[in-house]
């Protein structure tokens, strides 16, 4: 797994000046895409530092549901993880009314504990 530049980004919406829209999203253990709705001013910084996305999201059921034993499930609330950018992932979504982009981020190994599993799918 490789983390994308900040350059990438940089460069996309250099050319891309119309995107209003990001939709970040991380695909859970059953493939189902989770994620969060950004701004244009805040892509930068998710390159930079990451995005802070709640543990339990990687240890839902098919249908959202928290699977208690997964070891990701707090008495109250749930710790945030970092996730960030994979490489190649920003994409325009030339369907959208609105002019939006999406990116898939992934726990970094380390700043994404305890929930620092491979969430990409690849064919």
């Known amino acids: 797994m490789k983390f994308a530049a900040i350059e990438d980004a940089r460069r996309f919406l250099e050319q891309n000046p119309d995107i209003d829209m990001i939709e970040l999203f991380i695909l859970d253990a059953n493939g189902v895409p989770r994620g969060k709705l950004l701004h244009r001013e805040e ?21 959202g549901e928290d699977v208690e034993n997964s070891g990701l ?51």
């Open 43 to 63: 892509l930068l910084a998710v390159y930079e530092s990451g995005r802070p996305l709640p543990s339990t999201i990687l240890g839902l059921t098919v249908h």
């Open 73 to 123: 499930v707090w008495d109250v609330g749930d710790i945030d993880c970092r996730a960030y950018p994979l490489e190649g992932s920003l994409v325009r979504l030339p369907w959208r009314q609105i002019p939006t982009a999406a990116v898939q981020v992934s726990m970094h190994p380390e700043q994404g504990l305890p929930a620092s599993i491979a969430t990409r799918v690849t064919c």
